[in-house]
């Protein structure tokens, strides 16, 4: 015996207040919240794709550009990402090199890998393993906002290191980018509706 979802009985849940209601053929309004229900996300595969275009943009000038200026009696050392995981591995700090390059490097390029797979797999109407694809789309949600970290440690040490010429680090252009990458990949994140991946599924059994 096959289920009836929601959207089959004509039911949405409130995307604010997640309470579940009945839609009608104009625009639906919770009766809880007040705030407009829709189906799925409205363009959400449309907002998603701008989205990560954006993000894949951002992510170049985000790894070549310096994230930190570091002076010191009067010479100054510009950092990128990269060139502070090598300085890490050198010094043998490697888990604090793994750490920098996992959270800053490796998961924003594959939450936006995951995020494109997702895509693809219902816009090309894939049947293979929606469950997985699902655990999937919430563990890179969930994941996504640790790769603040390198922002939080340039925050941390552009506040504390102010000792005039003696020493003194700066914010650079690269971690503004960087933070927009990880800012908009959230986004991404948010505006993929999951649901979109079960559809598939159901129009098919119809």
């Not at 506040?159 to 908009?184: E, K, P, S, T």
Request: proline share 4%; hydrophobic share 55%; net charge positive.
């Amino acid at each position: 015996m096959q289920s009836t979802t929601a959207k089959q009985a004509g039911l949405a849940s409130c995307h604010r207040c997640h309470l579940l209601s009945k839609l009608s053929s104009n625009k639906s309004i919770c009766p809880r919240c007040r705030a407009v229900i829709h189906s799925r996300k409205p363009d959400s595969i449309a907002r998603t794709w701008a989205l990560i275009i954006t993000a894949f943009i951002f992510y170049i000038p985000a790894n070549i550009l310096p994230v930190t200026y570091t002076s010191s009696i009067g010479m100054v050392q510009p950092d990128t990402i990269m060139s502070g995981v090598i300085y890490f591995i050198h010094s043998g700090s490697w888990p604090i090199a793994l750490i920098i390059f996992i959270a800053s490097v490796f998961v924003p390029l594959l939450k936006l890998i995951i995020l494109i797979v997702l895509l693809l797999s219902v816009q090309l109407r894939w049947k293979w393993r929606p469950v997985d694809r699902t655990r999937l789309y919430h563990l890179t949600e969930a994941v996504g906002r640790w790769s603040m970290l390198d922002i939080f440690v340039i925050t941390i040490l552009v506040a504390l290191v102010h000792m005039g010429a003696l020493a003194n680090i700066a914010a650079g252009l690269g971690a503004l980018f960087f933070a927009m990458v990880v800012v908009i990949t959230m986004l991404a994140a948010e505006s993929f509706d999951s649901r979109l991946i079960w559809d598939n599924i159901e129009n098919t059994d119809d």
